[in-house]
């Protein structure tokens, strides 16, 4: 049984990185996302290769594609403009680094001019950080781009108890005053909420948390949300799961928060559909039900769920 976490417990369960390359990113794609004005606009998104995270959080498999050393100058754009020639024309950017783009030894301030240059043809840009990494870095990186920008980071959850335990190192206190940093400074926030947590194991109190939480970031100023329900697969998620201090979310519990959050009504809602047939028990129902929670990323609307004997 895993009595505290601490960077050294998060690590020893972890099974091998993959091999990467600093030229490369790790992946890039192009999708489709609708906008703070309702729009739905084309999304390039860039999953750049880089320095590991510092934080180490319990629930976190980011790590795997990482580099155990400070990325070299020079290849962030190196990586962007490999992506870029290789994906169509788009209207936003993504630029997720796995960890944090104001990491300086992620992402190397000596970059930032290149980058912005790289991303002149976009109107919006999208990062993503940690509520702690915050200062005068952030409105300069802004400064320099062509389009506005907009930060995404990670609430997780606002359950006094469980917080403290996944090793993010922040308070709920830390995320508001780095929203309403940023808010002030003209960029937008986007939260990730976390669906079943570790050491969050009873079924109700995961909905009702997930809730509370995405509430919250909306009352920080956050202008959208995106829910990722917590898997195992990074070694120390499957020793919790053995002891029972995390259970997988189900897709019903899933398509509950996602319902309920949009008809808050406060702003986007996004629900993480990445390998969710992790959640799922009928191969019956799960396609169409995949489906609609995509349809309903795109729409925001909440559409009529999908009928099954299993349910
Ligand atoms: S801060 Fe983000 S990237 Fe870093 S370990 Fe935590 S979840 Fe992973
Ligand atoms: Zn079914």
């Given at each position: 049984m895993i009595r505290q976490i601490t960077n050294k417990t998060v690590e020893k369960y972890r099974p091998q990185k993959a091999e990467v390359d600093h030229s490369i990113p790790y992946l890039y794609l192009n999708e489709k996302e609708v906008q703070k004005d309702g729009t739905v606009q084309d999304v390039n998104t860039i999953f750049l290769t880089n320095r590991e995270c510092p934080f180490k959080c319990v629930m976190c498999d980011l790590w795997r594609h990482t580099l155990d050393k400070p990325t070299p100058k020079g290849a962030i754009p190196r990586q962007i403009e490999y992506a870029l020639e290789r994906l169509p024309n788009a209207d936003v950017v993504k630029l997720y680094n796995s960890g944090n783009f104001f990491d300086g030894k992620a992402i190397p301030r000596y970059d930032y001019e290149k980058i912005s240059d790289l991303l002149s043809?976009?109107?919006?840009?999208?990062?993503?950080?940690?509520?702690?990494?915050?200062?005068?870095?952030?409105?300069?990186?802004?400064?320099?781009l062509n389009s506005s920008l907009e930060i995404a980071m990670g609430l997780e959850t606002i359950h006094p108890k469980v917080l403290p335990k996944l090793n993010k190192q922040i308070t709920k206190e830390d995320f508001f005053e780095a929203t309403r940093f940023l808010n002030q400074e003209e960029i937008d926030v986007r939260a990730f909420i976390l669906l079943n947590p570790?050491?969050?194991?009873?079924?109700?109190?995961?909905?009702?948390?997930?809730?509370?939480?995405?509430?919250?970031?909306?009352?920080?100023?956050?202008?959208?949300?995106?829910?990722?329900?917590?898997?195992?697969?990074?070694?120390?998620?499957?020793?919790?799961?053995?002891?029972?201090?995390?259970?997988?979310?189900?897709?019903?519990?899933?398509?509950?928060?996602?319902?309920?959050?949009?008809?808050?009504?406060?702003?986007?809602?996004?629900c993480d559909v990445w390998d969710l047939e992790k959640f799922s028990d009928c191969d019956v129902c799960f396609e169409p039900r995949k489906k609609r929670l995509e349809k309903m990323n795109l729409s925001q609307n909440v559409l009529p769920g999908i009928n099954c004997d299993c349910n």
């Open positions: 043809g976009y109107d919006h840009v999208i990062v993503e950080n940690h509520p702690r990494l915050i200062g005068s870095f952030i409105p300069k990186f802004r400064d320099m570790p050491f969050l194991t009873d079924p109700k109190e995961n909905i009702e948390w997930c809730l509370k939480s995405v509430e919250f970031a909306f009352d920080s100023g956050c202008t959208a949300c995106s829910i990722i329900p917590v898997r195992d697969g990074n070694g120390i998620m499957e020793e919790l799961k053995k002891s029972g201090d995390y259970i997988p979310p189900t897709l019903t519990a899933l398509e509950t928060v996602f319902e309920r959050s949009l008809q808050m009504n406060n702003g986007r809602v996004f």
